[in-house]
C-alpha cells in the first residue's frame, strides 16, 4: 500500500509542477534572492568547515556525486569513496547495520555532524546510519576531515569527522520522485517537493522515504521509513530554518555473524540470530562432531529485530550583518526511542532479577526478551564568523543534555504464566552534560602565507546508575552501575600553510585532542579487567603535513600523518551481547601513514582518479591479556592494533557523454586483525571488491530531467567478508595443560547484485 501511495504522490506532484510552471517568476528576478540565499545558508558550515587554507587533511563531496550514489543504500557506501576510509556491512548489501572506520579507528572515534549539530550517540559515541534513513537524499554537501580536524561539536574526532548539511533551500518551485529495485527485494520510494520562495519570503520542502530489503543474511530485513521537513523565512540578510528530519527502523538482528565452518556447512548466508532446536523444526542446521558432519532440525523466532525511532529537530538562525561578520544559531531537539526482541534459549533463570526466586530456582527454560532504551538530547550551538582580506575569525561554543534510561523486559517464558515474569530483569539511567568553547584564526601575514589556530575546550560530565543487563555471580547478581565522571578537555590545533604560485598549497599542522568512554567501556570492563577501576580518557598528538597541486585538469594530493595516542582504547576482540566491541587502555600506541589522491581529466568525457592510505598501527610494547596463556601479563613487543588496515586502495575510472555516465570503481583493503596480538585465527582477509555505477540523463516536456541508473555491486563476484570479530580463551578443564581456543565470526557480503533506479526531477 505504501509504494502504491508514494507512486501516486510522485504522479500528483509532476502534475503540479505543471501547473506551477505558468506561474513561475522570470528567472532574472528570482537570481538575486537565490544568491543571498545560498550565501545565507553557507552561514550554517562556517563553524566546522575547513578551506582551502585550512591545514587539515580534508575531502569535499559534491552534490553530484551524493545524488549518483542515491539508490537507496546507507551513507557509508558514499564515504568509503573517500581516502583511508572503509564501510563494512551485516546485511551483504549496504543497508542497515551499516558502519564506516577511517584510518583504522571505529566509528565511535568518527565525529559526525549535521547542520553542526552532533549526531553521534553521547552514549555509544557511534552514529547508527539506518536511524536516519535515506539520509544522502537529503544531503547538500559532505566534508570528511581525517585527523583530529578543526574544532567540532560533540565527542572527541580520533580518526576524522563527518560533517554534513542538509539540501539548501531553494528559491523556484520544484521537486522528484525516485523508485529504486534490486537483488534480495530491495526497493525504494521516495518523493520530495519544494514550494520556492512564496510571497517574497518563505519556503518550504518536503521528503518522504521508504527502503526495504530481504538483505543477503537470511533473516536480514530491513524496513526503514523516514521524512524530512524544512521550513525557511528569508529577509534581505537573515534567515530562520526549521528542520525536522528522522525515520523508524525495524532490522533483523545479524550483528552475531557466523564462523567459517558453520558458512561451509550451511551457507554463506547463515546465522544463528533468533535459532532454537526442536525436534519437528522445518529447517536443518549442520555441525561437526568427532570429525563427522550432523545434522539438527531447529527453527527461527520470527520477530528477532532491533526496532528504533528518531526524530531530531533543529532551529537554525542564520545572519549576516555586512560582508565581514555573520551569525548562527541552532537549537536542537532529538527523541529516540527502540528496542530489540530476542529469543534466548535455555537460559537460567536466576539471571533474572523479576522472576521469583522460588520459580527460577535451578531452572533454565527457552524466553523471549526486550532491551529497551528511551533518549532525548537537546542543546544549543552558536557560532560567529569575520572576515576581512588577509583575517578570518570564528568563534563560539554549544551545550547540550541527554538522557536514556535503559530498562529490559521478558515478553514470554516457556512454562511461565505472565504474571510471573513481570517487571524489569534490568534498569539503569544515564545523564550527560556536554559543553564546549572555541576560538579559531586563519591570518595571512605574507603572500600566500597563512598561520592558523584553533582553542577548544570541552567540559563533560557523564553519569550512569542503576543495574545493568550483565548477570555477575550469585553472590552480586546483576551488574551494579555507579559511574559518576567529570572531564575538562583543552584542545589546541596550530597549522601554517603556504600557496606557490596558485596552483601548489603546502601545508603543516599540529592538533591535540581528548574523548572521554564511552558507556560500555564502563560498564562491560568487568568482563575482562581484573580489577573495579574506571578506563581512563584518551588523548591523541596529530601531525598533519601534506601538499596538494590543483590545475584545471590534474590536481595531485600527499599527506603524512603521525597520530600519537595515550591511554587509547582499543579493542580486546571480545563483544558484548550487543556487538558492541570491549576495549581497555593501551599507554602508548600511534597510527602512522602516507595518504595519496590524484585525478586527471584526461579527455572532456573521461576522467581517471585514485586514492591509496600506507600506513603503520602499532601498540608498542603490547602486554598480553589473555589469562592462563604461556605469555600472560608478559610484553609481545610491537603489535598492530585490531581492525588497522596496512593497505586502503580505491581507483575510480568515469566515462561521461551528453547524458551517459558511467563510473568505474575498485576498492582494496588490506589484512585486518581482531585481536591486537596478530592472530592469524582471528583475521579478516584482504579483498578487493568493484563496483559499476551506470546511468542515462534525458529531458522530456513535462519533466526537468528523467535519469535511469543502474548499480552493479560486486561485479567480479568477489568472495569476501567486510567484517567481522574474535577472542582466545584458554580451556583449562578439558586436560591436564591449558588449550587455545580462538572463535572468529565474520559477515560476508553478497556476490554480485544490482540496484535499478529511476529519478524524475520536475
Known sequence: MKRIFLSLAAAALCSAA???????????????????????????????RATPTTPVAYSDIRREEIARNSYGTDIPTLLALTPSMIATNETGIGIGGTAVRLRGTDPTRLNVTINGV??????????????????????????????????TNGTGAF?????????????????DASLSYGSYNTNKQAVHISSGLMGGHWTLDARLTHIGSEGYIDRGATDLKSYMFQAGYYNGNTMLKLISFGGKAK???????????????????FHTEGMYYTSNGPHSYYYMKDGERQRATVDYYDDQTDNYLQINNQLVLSHRFNEKWTLNATGFYTYGYGFYKQYKDARTLSEYLNIPTDVAAGKEADLVREKIMRNHLGGLNASAAYSVRKLDLAFG???SYYS?????????VDGLEGSQIGGRWYDNDVDKHDANLFARANWSVAKGLRLFADLQYRYVSYQAWGVNDNYVSEEVGMQPIDVDKQYHFFNPRAGVSYTL???????????????????????????????????????LYDWELGYQYTAPRLSLGVNLYYMKYKDQLVPTGMVNDDSNALNTNVPDSYRRGVELSASWRATGWFTVGANATFSQNRIENYVDALKDSPTYGKELGDMTIAYSPDVIANAFLNFHHRGFEAVFHTQHVGKQYFTNNENDA????????????????????????????????????????SNGYGYSYMDTWSGPAPVRIDEAYYFPQAPLNVLANVTVKF
Open 251 to 269: 532490522t533483523g538482528l545479524t550483528y552475531t555473524g557466523a564462523t567459517k565452518e558453520e558458512m561451509r556447512l550451511n551457507g554463506r548466508r
Open 18 to 48: 505543471q501547473l506551477r510552471a505558468e506561474e513561475k517568476q522570470p528567472a532574472n528576478q528570482n537570481a538575486g534572492d537565490s544568491v543571498r540565499m545560498y550565501r545565507l545558508q553557507e552561514v550554517e558550515v562556517t563553524a566546522t
Open 159 to 175: 580518526g576524522g569527522a563527518v560533517n554534513m548539511s542538509t539540501d539548501a533551500l531553494q528559491t523556484e518551485f520544484g521537486g
Open 118 to 151: 552532533a549526531m553521534n550517540n553521547p552514549d555509544s559515541h557511534s552514529m547508527y546510519w539506518y536511524d536516519t534513513p535515506d539520509l544522502v537524499s537529503a544531503v547538500g554537501s559532505i566534508q570528511v576531515q581525517r585527523g583530529a580536524g578543526i574544532s
Open 682 to 721: 582471528l583475521s579478516l582477509d584482504a579483498y578487493c571488491v568493484t563496483n559499476l555505477n551506470l546511468a542515462y540523463t534525458f529531458r522530456t516536456r513535462s519533466a526537468r530531467s528523467v535519469r535511469l541508473g543502474l548499480l552493479i555491486n560486486n561485479l567480479f563476484n568477489a568472495e569476501y567478508e
Open 404 to 412: 536514556c534510561p535503559h530498562w529490559g523486559v521478558l515478553d514470554w
Open 397 to 399: 561554543g554549544s551545550y
Open 501 to 539: 604560485a596558485e596552483r601548489n598549497n603546502f601545508y603543516l599542522s599540529f592538533a591535540v585532542a581528548q574523548k572521554e568512554p564511552t558507556r560500555s567501556d564502563f560498564t562491560d570492563r568487568y568482563k575482562f579487567a581484573a580489577d573495579d577501576t574506571y578506563p581512563s580518557s584518551e588523548k
